[in-house]
């Protein structure tokens, strides 16, 4: 199954744009996250539920946390630079990286936030391939 199958199966299940990201991650690539740790996304839906930095570019951020750092962020190489590049190819992707500005592009009453989600999925499968950090699992 894709990262996008798996983004877009938690999204249908009615979980948030930053909580489908992170799970979707957290499966795709072996992370072993406890229950508890995924609900640390919760917040970051719906631009931290104010339509600022989209929910799900913040998952995938969250998700960079224990795929490289060890210990401490200023200690994993490159860490910062490795979340901006994530951050840069998200807004190459999708055109911006505020929930205000996808929602109108992207949004639909219907499948609320789900093209969003999926293209934020495409490009963090893409970017970490860029990166050179492969899913595991």
Same mark, same amino acid.
């Given at each position: 199954?894709?990262? !996008?199958? !798996?983004a877009?199966? *938690?999204y249908?299940?009615?979980?948030? &744009?930053a909580e489908?990201?992170l !799970?979707?991650?957290?499966?795709? *690539? @072996? =992370?072993?996250?406890?229950?508890? $740790?995924?609900?640390?996304?919760a +917040? /970051?839906g719906?631009?931290?539920?104010?339509?600022?930095? &989209? @929910?799900?570019?913040?998952?995938g951020?969250?998700? =960079?946390?224990?795929?490289? %750092?060890t210990?401490?962020?200023?200690?994993?190489?490159? /860490?910062?630079?490795?979340?901006?590049?994530? %951050?840069?190819?998200?807004? !190459?992707?999708?055109? $911006?990286?505020? &929930?205000?500005?996808?929602?109108?592009? *992207?949004r639909?009453?219907?499948?609320? &936030?789900?093209?969003? %989600?999926? =293209?934020?999925?495409? $490009? /963090?499968?893409q970017?970490?391939? %860029?990166?050179?950090?492969?899913?595991? +699992?």
């Amino acid at each position: 199954m894709t990262l !996008r199958e !798996r983004a877009k199966a *938690y999204y249908q299940n009615d979980y948030n &744009c930053a909580e489908a990201m992170l !799970r979707a991650i957290n499966d795709a *690539y @072996g =992370l072993n996250l406890p229950e508890g $740790s995924l609900h640390l996304a919760a +917040g /970051f839906g719906g631009g931290m539920g104010c339509e600022k930095a &989209c @929910g799900a570019l913040c998952g995938g951020i969250a998700a =960079l946390g224990p795929l490289l %750092v060890t210990d401490k962020a200023h200690a994993a190489e490159n /860490f910062g630079a490795k979340c901006a590049q994530l %951050v840069q190819a998200f807004e !190459r992707d999708l055109g $911006s990286d505020l &929930c205000a500005d996808l929602k109108p592009r *992207y949004r639909t009453d219907e499948t609320r &936030c789900l093209t969003t %989600v999926e =293209l934020a999925a495409d $490009s /963090f499968e893409q970017e970490m391939a %860029v990166q050179g950090i492969l899913p595991k +699992g």
